[in-house]
């Protein structure tokens, strides 16, 4: 590595262009939402960014019940699809992690080939999946008129009456199952990560002295992989809360997101301030997380992924 | 050892003899075997019944009713598709190509020179990567909004080359961590100057992680919806764009079909890039 001084001119010949691309077309767009967060609305959805209108209100405002509410909800929706994730993910990195080398990258590709798709689409495919003549609804009113036909069959009467859908679009178990599935290899892949440099022996040890496989994986397998557990969570728990798109096609009135609340701000409400406080609001806790991410990191040595 | 050659040897048990699962087969169990098949399903169905259903002759589109191509013929001739493809795949071709130049430009910087600050400066770099995307997409609106540029096709690739810039760097500098900076002094030594240097031994060295890096570009930008939602006029529709419209409007054949060819290209596009990667990686220059 050279110091920049020995070659002022290659240095600012290959820095300066791509540096001042994301100065104007990224970080000034931020700074300009975050302007626009200490301002207020105009009666006709302006912005008045004088000196007498500069304040924290915006902020103030998403502690207001009828946003607190949203945001708390956010928050739990994505902790409890975290939680999934790692209750599908430990297991499946485990399995890949300990599989045979043949298959370990068959199935590695295999987790990753879905999230190459397009978001829109595996989010759209769920909408089918779930609707209310969907394919769970429709395997569920096949095996109900199965059962209802054998027990007509035996001459009983059809004990489980007619079939009704489930309501299964349209909720908060939706955007769940969406987010889940929209974000789980960014559980897996850190998951996989450190398994696979687990140093087996470790566990051969703990079999040997007469542990058994679950006493050995929770107080071998899982403690040992914990930085890649605490990232795994740390970035599935970052997607997502900043979910916009799989509550938007997901979701009902009882599933709306920060995503939602900020893109309905800056579109049919005319709240640009207010949006651009919530965006904050948002980014701050990115910077948290990150933050708590780079701690935990240093502590353990070396980078956690 | 008489008796059971004598008797008939219950052969294909035998053969595998439980034994063979080491105490860390994990893999190997049953169980394990499920929970993996259990998560391939719930990875795998959702898509795979999309695919299949855009092949299916029903306009509801609930049960199977037999196989037609009918929807492909409907996409492909559906003006406005076709108007939201060009658009994709133009966007698409411009932000690649500056995004690339410019983050290959950002991988070699970072990866050739200390400079004051270089970890804030790395950090920030980074950041269009894992901010969320909807604050992304909100400013960018912002900026366009308040120099008061109209929204349409120039303010989509803007964008895109914006967020491409980041990942570009990320897989270019990959790509420079192997490489040896001896190549260089050796070349400088043999009287080459500074830009012939580059060209003929620091420029070959970083192709693949370049082309990679491109093509990566190009697929974020083919796939992106959020920041192009809020980025995207009138007469800039993408296909991503189109299709979550025509999605909001009802769920149809034309829309599966629609996916699966964003699907099949998308994932072309991004196998074509892992072999360039690894190619790359294996070769010397």
């Known amino acids: ?305 | 050892m008489s008796i059971s050659t004598a008797t008939a040897t219950p052969a294909p048990r035998l053969r595998r003899p439980r034994r063979d699962i080491g105490p860390l087969d994990y893999t190997k169990r049953a169980w394990m075997r499920l929970l993996l098949a259990v998560n391939f399903v719930f990875l795998y169905f959702p898509i795979v019944a999309l695919i299949a259903f855009s092949f299916n002759d029903s306009k509801r589109n609930i049960t199977w009713q037999g196989f037609t191509f009918k929807y492909y013929t409907q996409a492909f001739n559906n003006n406005a598709l076709q108007d939201a493809f060009t658009n994709s795949l133009m966007i698409a071709a411009i932000s690649t190509a500056v995004s690339t130049v410019l983050g290959t430009m950002l991988g070699v910087a970072l990866h050739r020179y200390r400079f004051p600050a270089k970890d804030v400066v790395e950090s920030w770099v980074h950041l269009p990567i894992v901010i969320p995307e909807i604050c992304m997409g909100v400013a960018m609106l912002a900026l366009f909004a308040l120099i008061k540029f109209p929204l349409g096709l120039a303010t989509v690739i803007v964008s895109h080359i914006a967020f491409s810039i980041p990942f570009v760097a990320v897989v270019v500098r990959a790509r420079m961590a192997g490489f040896d900076l001896s190549l260089e002094e050796a070349s400088r030594d043999l009287g080459a100057n500074q830009w012939q240097t580059f060209w003929n031994v620091t420029f070959p060295y970083l192709i693949p992680g370049a082309v990679a890096g491109g093509l990566l570009a190009l697929t974020l930008s083919l796939d992106d919806f959020v920041i192009t939602f809020f980025t995207s006029g009138p007469g800039s529709t993408t296909f991503p764009i189109k299709i979550y419209s025509m999605v909001r409007f009802s769920v149809t054949p034309e829309v599966n079909a629609a996916s699966t060819i964003l699907i099949v290209l998308t994932l072309t596009l991004t196998v074509v890039a892992m072999a360039m990667q690894g190619r790359g990686g294996n070769k010397k220059i």
């Open chain 1, 1 to 305: 590595m050279q110091n920049w001084r020995r070659n002022k001119f290659a240095f600012s010949v290959l820095f300066l262009p791509p540096a001042a691309w994301l100065v104007i077309f990224f970080t000034l767009p931020l700074a300009i939402v975050w302007v626009y967060s200490f301002g207020a609305r105009g009666p006709l959805g302006e912005i008045i960014l004088d000196w007498s209108a500069v304040s924290l209100g915006n902020y103030a405002r998403s502690l207001e019940w009828i946003n607190l509410e949203i945001v708390a909800k956010s928050i739990w929706i994505a902790v409890v699809a975290t939680a999934i994730c790692i209750g599908l993910g430990f297991p499946l990195a485990m399995g890949i992690a300990f599989a045979s080398p043949r298959y370990r990258n068959i199935l590695l590709l295999l987790v990753i080939l879905p999230f190459w798709t397009n978001l829109l689409i595996r989010t759209y495919a769920w909408i089918a999946v779930l609707r209310e003549r969907g394919h769970v609804n429709f395997a569920l009113e096949w095996l109900h008129d199965t059962i209802n036909g054998g027990l007509a069959v035996l001459g009983l009467p059809a004990l489980l009456g007619a079939f009704e859908p489930l309501q299964l679009l349209y909720n908060q178990n939706a955007v769940i199952i969406g987010i889940v599935y929209v974000n789980l290899p960014f559980m897996v892949l850190p998951l996989y990560a450190t398994l696979e440099k687990l140093d087996r022996s470790y566990l051969e040890a703990s079999l040997d002295l007469g542990a058994g496989q679950w006493r050995t994986l929770f107080s071998v397998t899982v403690p040992l992989s914990l930085p890649g557990i605490s990232t795994g969570v740390l970035l599935t728990f970052i997607l997502a809360l900043g979910s916009f798109l799989t509550p938007d096609l997901l979701g009902g009135p009882d599933s709306i997101m920060i995503g939602n609340l900020i893109a309905q701000q800056f579109g049919s409400a005319r709240d640009w301030p207010f949006g651009a406080a919530l965006s904050f609001l948002l980014m701050y806790a990115t910077f948290i997380i990150l933050w708590v991410k780079a701690m935990v990191a240093k502590r353990e040595g070396g980078s956690a992924f």
